[in-house]
């Protein structure tokens, strides 16, 4: 199944007769007004629709920070829905002008399908859950089991190197949609649902009893997940990735949704060149000076948003962790605004 997904992606590269290297995704946008993101069909606390179809989750909260960054409004976006199979040719062919939608960031991925990654917003790794009444506690005890999962995701893979590992058979039950998973799940027509940890915290809100479901200690591979566009325009590429580094050097310098006005005031360097007090940063990416204001202003720095959609405080209670700044103990970095 990966290797014909895999297949249909890079044709879609050859083919892409409408989308040239070199295209100016940044005037087109701002020629229609708004842009497209590629999120997910549904995934609390990362890309979610309520019941009036508005979206809301940490990936939607970047893509609104990037329609301010781009395009002055974080209104400027619209969320397209799409499938772990549809998602990069849904990118490759223009459909989508983005994709902030889980989407793990592998070698094969960043080479061979004519897209760039533009860095991580939440660094995850798989897990597996079951239900609390299988009696198991590791992941060492599911010989034999049968594991559900999306087609067209790194799932599977990882799945088969970690069951081979420990030479232990298994069986694999994979779906196209999210939902099907959590579905087969909860009807019992599988003993494992496997995906990234926090995809797993966020799906068990959605199985008929959540109580009954643990999620099982070990972390069976790395799932750095971020954003991604098309190759062949280093200028919305360079506005993408700046986004994020924007967001995660706020939370640095202590620049929030509510102080950044205020903060203009600042006799710190760095808080003067990322508010575009000092310095014209924002010349190299084609904006003005308050891009990176504008993007806080949007939805507040990368903590804030962290705390807001996915953290301790919310249904699904994920605490900072590797996801936390490099001067607390974590790993998210951004290069300096200089």
């Known amino acids: 199944m990966k290797r014909s997904l895999l297949s249909l992606a890079l044709g879609a590269v050859v083919s892409l007769g409408s989308i040239e290297a070199g295209a100016a995704t940044l005037d087109k946008v701002r020629e229609q007004g708004y842009f497209t ?33 781009a395009l002055g409004d974080p209104d400027a976006v619209k969320f397209r829905p799409t499938s772990p199979a549809e998602r990069f040719v849904a990118l490759q062919s223009g459909e989508v002008d983005i994709l902030s939608r889980t989407t793990t960031w ?19 790794g798989q897990a597996l859950m079951v239900r609390r009444d299988l009696g198991v506690m590791s992941a060492l005890e599911l010989a034999g089991a049968s594991v559900c ?12 190197d970690y069951f081979r590992q420990h030479d232990m058979p298994y069986e694999i039950v994979a779906f196209e949609k999210t939902d099907e998973v959590i579905a087969a799940y909860d009807a019992g027509r599988c003993d494992v649902h496997t995906s990234d940890a926090s995809g797993l ?12 479901h ?6 069976i591979s790395k799932e750095p997940l971020g954003p991604a566009v ?7 590429f360079n506005i993408a990735k700046w986004t994020l580094f924007a967001l995660l050097n706020a939370e640095e310098l202590g620049i929030t949704q509510a102080n950044a006005d205020e903060m203009t005031v600042s006799d710190n360097p760095s808080v003067k060149r990322f508010l575009g007090v000092e ?21 507040g720095n990368y903590g804030e948003i962290f705390d807001r959609t996915v953290g301790p405080q919310t249904p699904l209670g994920i605490e900072r962790g590797l996801n936390a700044l490099w001067k607390d103990g974590g790993i998210q970095y951004a290069p300096p605004i200089r």
């Open 37 to 69: 993101c590629g999120v997910t069909q549904g995934n609390p606390g990362f890309s979610n629709p309520d019941a009036q179809g508005n979206w809301s989750g940490l990936e939607v909260d970047y893509c609104r920070a990037l329609a301010a960054v």
């Open 106 to 124: 592998t070698m094969s991925r960043d080479t061979a399908l004519g897209i760039n990654f533009a860095g991580v917003t939440f660094y995850d």
């Open 149 to 160: 999962t999306a087609a067209g995701t790194t799932t599977e893979l990882n799945v088969a």
């Open 201 to 212: 915290a966020s799906d068990r809100l959605k199985l008929t009893v959540p109580g009954d």
């Open 214 to 219: 643990i999620i099982l200690p070990e972390t």
């Open 230 to 236: 098309r190759q062949g325009d280093d200028q919305w």
């Open 279 to 299: 310095g014209a940063y924002g010349e190299g990416l084609g904006l003005d000076t308050g891009w990176a204001a504008r993007a806080v202003k949007a939805v």
